[in-house]
């Protein structure tokens, strides 16, 4: 890609006439490119106005700079900035062709007046003007500051601005250009070109000649194509537009209190994201944001009373039961905050109002009493993402067991207690049969979930142990499961269904379920036994 630098000078160099607009900020400058424009006039009126203060360096030079710098980043195209006087003497003007060059400007343009300057058109003819010697100092000292040797330094002449007469302007525009200057800018506030028509023959091409034409705006530009100028500024008209047009809406809107009569009218908000490059954002989301960015989420079934409770469950629901005074549900949010899991959803249901555990999203299953964990899940599904773990709202267990489901990477991975104790304990649906038995000497070994069962002997065979009742979903483990609720969902008892059938019907489907084995540490409270065991466990 051709520098910045290099496109500037090409555009001033070229035989052709060539075109600047003006823009003050990114999105000016964006649209600007956008228009088709191959360079633009970084004014200082402009870029002083859209500050809300006066065009007499009442902004600082480096709040000026730090502006170009947004258009730069907002555009492709060459950025010409008005430095006005440099502000300051050539020491300060060393300093900013340096800054320039490192934010990605192209070049400046600075005028022979004297530091603080006013605009040419406010009293321009009581401006005093800078000395010829000390002025090309200053371009001399620019140009032998500049690094890339592409760096345009445009020297603009005052002399017609201050009621000075041909003589002085062509005097200071071969000074200047004997200094260094890549370019001449004459300016004139008169209404018709006359000046800069006789100054552009006099001058005869010795180096190209920038104009400004906001005065003798209705010239046509074929005279200064005649007149071999190289460069024409609109120096100020996307401020002006955008300023008479915020005029209008603000006033609009004040009157009316309401926008539906300008809404049509102006940019959609859609608009104003495709020009900030929303959609190189969400490209780049795809590329980078991996897993570890993604931020895990805990999804807890938590719809049920727990019927083994008598009236320890009559006001709350068993998640809610207190462990050595800490409800159980708490104990649990605490462990997935220890490991970093923040997102935490509930699905409650009976006596969902008693659940006040801080910083839960709670999603209510209303229909607790008439369906299963499996429908509960399904009202979660909005809340699904790529980084999950789905779990029972009556566990305990280690830091160690959430720690290693978490570390692991495949889509599906599930935890099965392989100790006697656990085969033998009365269970739900949640007996598993894996691929390989646990001889605890497994390490990094592939073991794969073939089966939940109610039982704890299937087809003569012993099961592995017990699922501990918690799903790591990672990835398309996500859309695993998504299909399979969707398929279970046709089934008539589908509200009798639990996590166990779901973990099936993925095995059925073909997917491979990990299995990471455990051996004790971890509870889940289903009954009165279980509670005190809780309690002992804590
Ligand atoms: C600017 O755009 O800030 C200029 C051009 O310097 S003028 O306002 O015409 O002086
Ligand atoms: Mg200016």
Excluded at 177 to 202: C, M, T, W, Y
Aim: glycine residues 6%; proline residues 2%; negative net charge.
């Amino acid at each position: 890609m051709t520098k910045k630098t290099k496109l500037l000078r090409n555009l001033l160099n070229k035989t052709s006439l060539e075109f600047l607009l003006e823009a003050h900020n990114g999105i000016s400058a964006k649209i600007a490119e956008e228009a088709g424009f191959e360079g633009i006039w970084a004014s200082g009126l402009a870029l002083s106005a859209q500050y809300g203060v006066r065009d007499n360096n009442e902004a600082s030079w480096t709040q000026i700079v730090d502006m170009v710098e947004f258009m730069a980043d907002a555009t492709t195209i060459p950025i010409l900035l008005d430095g006005d006087t440099g502000y300051g003497n050539f020491n300060n003007m060393r300093r900013l062709v340096k800054k320039l060059e490192q934010r990605g400007i192209a070049g400046v343009c600075i005028e022979d007046k004297l530091f603080p300057k006013t605009n040419s058109f406010i009293k321009g003819e009581k401006q005093a003007l800078a000395d010829v010697a000390e002025f090309s100092g200053k371009i001399a000292a620019g140009k032998d500051s500049q690094l890339d040797e592409d760096f345009c330094i445009i020297a603009r002449v005052e002399a017609f601005i201050a009621g000075w007469d041909m003589k002085e302007a062509l005097y200071r525009a071969e000074s200047y250009r004997k200094a260094g200057a890549d370019g001449v800018l004459i300016h004139s506030s008169l209404p018709n070109p006359s000046q800069i028509l006789e100054f552009a023959q006099e001058w005869a091409n010795r180096s190209p000649l920038v104009i400004v034409p906001t005065k003798y705006y209705s010239t046509p530009v074929e005279a200064y194509r005649k007149a071999e100028i190289s460069m024409v500024i609109w120096a100020n008209h996307m401020l002006r537009g955008s300023v008479h047009y915020m005029q209008q809406i603000a006033s609009t809107i004040k009157t009316k209190k309401a926008v539906t009569d300008i809404e049509d009218d102006i940019a959609t908000v859609n608009e104003v994201f495709r020009l900030q490059g929303a959609d190189e954002l969400a490209a780049a989301e795809k590329r980078y944001f991996n897993e570890t960015a993604q931020e895990t989420r805990a999804i807890v079934l938590a719809a049920s009373r727990g019927d083994k409770f008598a009236e320890l469950t009559e006001n709350r629901p068993k998640a809610m039961l207190p462990i050595n005074g800490k409800p159980l549900l708490s104990r649990l949010t605490d462990r997935f905050r220890k490991a970093n899991v923040k997102k935490i959803f509930v699905v409650s249901g009976y006596k969902s109002q008693s659940i006040n555990v801080p910083n839960i999203n709670l999603v209510e299953n209303l229909d607790f009493e008439s369906n299963r964990e499996l429908a509960s899940l399904n009202l979660a599904q909005t809340h699904f993402n790529e980084d999950m773990i789905i779990l029972y709202g009556d566990l305990l267990f280690r830091g160690y067991v959430l720690k290693g489901l978490l570390e692991s990477k495949r889509e599906l991975t599930v935890v099965v207690d392989s100790s006697k104790r656990s085969k033998e304990q009365e269970g739900d649906n949640d007996f598993a049969f894996c691929s390989v038995e646990d001889n605890r000497e497994l390490w990094g070994q592939d073991v794969l979930l073939e089966r939940i069962d109610t039982k704890p002997e299937h087809k003569g065979r012993d099961c592995s142990g017990r699922w501990v009742g918690m799903v790591r979903v990672h990835g398309t483990g996500r859309d695993w499961i998504e299909t399979a609720i969707d398929e279970l969902k046709s089934l008539s008892t589908f509200d009798n269904l639990d996590l166990g059938h779901l973990l099936n019907k993925i095995i059925d489907n073909g997917h491979p379920i990990r299995v990471i084995y455990i051996h004790g540490h971890w509870l889940n409270v289903n009954s009165l036994g279980d509670l005190e065991h809780a309690r002992s466990f804590m």
